[in-house]
């Protein structure tokens, strides 16, 4: 198993857009889906959006019409587009890739929105 990497995180202001990128591993054989999931500070880990090995998605109502999840299989990515982004989304962004075996976790990247 192999840890994920995000990347793409940073500041920007409210109403803004931010995409960020999740690289699984060597493949996606194996894994049953990916996800997002975002911790802010002082509050438990929620989740964001998830898309299966098939191509399926569901979404948090929070992020619905607003955050879009998206895979790549030739280049063995997951992405999350954030547009109209608000304060609210300011958090820790963590990709989750739920795999045969179990479940691993990538170290995060940091959503600032500014108000």
């Known amino acids: 198993q192999v840890q994920p990497v995000e990347s793409g995180g940073g500041l920007v202001q409210a109403g803004g857009s931010l995409r960020l990128s999740c690289a699984a591993s060597?493949?996606?054989?194996?894994?049953?889906?990916m996800a997002w999931y975002r911790q802010a500070a002082g509050k438990q880990r929620e989740f964001v959006a998830a898309i299966t090995s098939v191509g399926s998605t569901n979404y948090a109502d929070s992020v619905k019409g607003r955050f879009t999840i998206s895979r790549d299989n030739a280049k063995n990515t997951v992405c999350l587009q954030m547009n109209s982004l608000k304060p609210e989304d300011t958090a820790v962004y963590y990709c989750?890739?739920?795999?045969?075996?179990?479940?691993?976790w990538g170290q995060g990247t940091q959503v600032t929105v500014s108000s």
């Open positions: 989750a890739v739920h795999a045969i075996g179990g479940t691993t």
């Open positions: 060597r493949s996606f054989f194996g894994i049953n889906a």
